[in-house]
């Protein structure tokens, strides 16, 4: 990474990385994407999932942990050093992987953030879309630095008070993307998707930074209540499959969440053990 690139997104709360991946790499993820949402349903498309002659889905479809459905082709996301640096340059070197997913959405979505650590910690994802979109398919739009404090204090208390459609809020940015771009963005960071343009497909990974009691209790409390939050919601975050194929570095993004009791716990779900 670039310290531009650092700054923007320590100011802004994101930064998208043009054509990171080439365009073969991204004809693999796509095929990869469709195979592995298939075998999700057991190998049938359900019609209540289809509206239209373009197959784009008629409700959301979320798939988490989702890397499992197709490992020779999403695994090595988790090896490749283009992710890998960036992960450990913006969270720290000793970064926790959390969760994959595979979604492919039906229509818009109101603003929102994800996961909210206290001041000086956070969480982040990456997403991969697989199509070409823009303001009217639905491009991730978000709110530029409103994973800072006292601007997400203001929005969770106004932002649907304040007379603006949410198409016409001031100082919200559309990030358009083509197949290859990659979007990293902190989990505070405000956005939604202002198009009710169905079958959007996208590969989401995430990760959370690591502490300790001793370093910082109020953020170490957090840092439990999050991992337990997200192996009750979705299960255990890492198969087998994923362990027994790690690199060395691919291991140490699971080590910690092992050593607190998560990760390679609780119910298995989908397929994770292939």
Not at 62 to 82: G, S
Request: proline share 5%; charged share 25%.
């Amino acid at each position: 990474m670039t310290e531009e690139q650092i700054r923007h997104f320590e100011t802004l709360g994101f930064f998208l990385w043009k054509q990171l991946l080439s365009p073969d790499e991204m004809r693999v993820l796509s095929d990869a994407f469709d195979a592995a949402m298939t075998k999700a349903r057991g190998g049938e498309v359900d019609p209540e999932l289809r509206q239209d002659e373009g197959g784009n889905s008629a409700r959301r479809e979320q798939i988490i942990p989702f890397f499992d459905y197709a490992p020779d082709a999403f695994y090595p996301l988790l090896d490749d050093e283009r992710f890998v640096n960036v992960l450990a340059t913006l969270l720290g070197d000793d970064f926790i992987l959390t969760v994959s997913e595979g979604v492919i959405h039906a229509g818009g979505t109101r603003w929102h953030h994800d996961a909210y650590g206290p001041e000086g910690f956070f969480s982040m994802k990456v997403a991969i879309y697989l199509d070409p979109l823009g303001p009217d398919d639905g491009c991730l739009s978000v709110i530029p630095g409103s994973h800072f404090m006292e601007y997400r204090q203001a929005l969770n208390e106004t932002i649907g008070t304040i007379g603006v459609k949410p198409e016409e809020l001031p100082g919200h940015y559309r990030i358009c993307t083509e197949p290859g771009d990659v979007i990293f963005m902190n989990h505070k960071t405000h956005h939604a998707a202002l198009s009710d343009n169905p079958g959007r497909r996208v590969i989401y990974f995430n990760a959370v930074q690591n502490t300790t009691a001793e370093k910082n209790q109020e953020h170490f409390d957090w840092l439990m209540d999050f991992l337990r939050g997200e192996t009750n919601h979705w299960g255990r975050f890492y198969s087998e499959s994923l362990l027994r194929t790690a690199t060395p570095r691919r291991q140490k993004m699971m080590d910690r969440a092992i050593e607190l009791g998560f990760g390679n716990t609780g119910p298995i779900t989908h397929l994770q053990n292939l």
